[in-house]
């Protein structure tokens, strides 16, 4: 994605200096165009500079556990270290 970026700055800070360096004559449609791509790339930019909260690793295994049937939580061994019986058969 950003190299496509990159590759539309290109392009238009291209079309721009061609259109002041050598005075094309541009119409109303296409300065609408010109604008409009130039404001979706700045915003894009903008976008992409700021930093998105991440949602703690731990919060997600909180929120997994306490959603979790409780039959889903027996332990697997005792208090004493034995194997725990399965007693859903």
């Known amino acids: ?6 590759g539309l700055s290109r392009k ?3 079309l721009v200096a061609s259109i002041i360096i ?3 004559p541009v119409s109303n449609e296409q300065g ?3 604008v409009l791509a130039v404001g ?3 915003y894009n930019f903008m ?6 909260p991440k949602a703690p690793a731990d919060a997600v295994a909180k929120r997994d556990v306490e959603a979790a ?5 027996k332990p697997l061994i005792t208090q004493d270290g034995a194997p ?3 007693d859903d058969d």
Do not use: N, R
């Not at 994605?1 to 990159?6: A, R």
């Not at 976008?47 to 998105?52: F, R, V």
């Not at 049937?69 to 939580?73: H, N, Q, S």
């Open 12 to 14: 238009i800070t291209t």
């Open 69 to 73: 049937p409780v039959i889903e939580l």
């Open 40 to 42: 979706a790339m700045v």
């Open 47 to 52: 976008d992409k500079g700021k930093k998105k």
């Open 32 to 34: 609408a165009g010109l």
């Open 84 to 86: 725990a019986v399965d």
């Open 1 to 6: 994605l950003m190299c496509s970026l990159i």
């Open 22 to 24: 050598y005075s094309h």
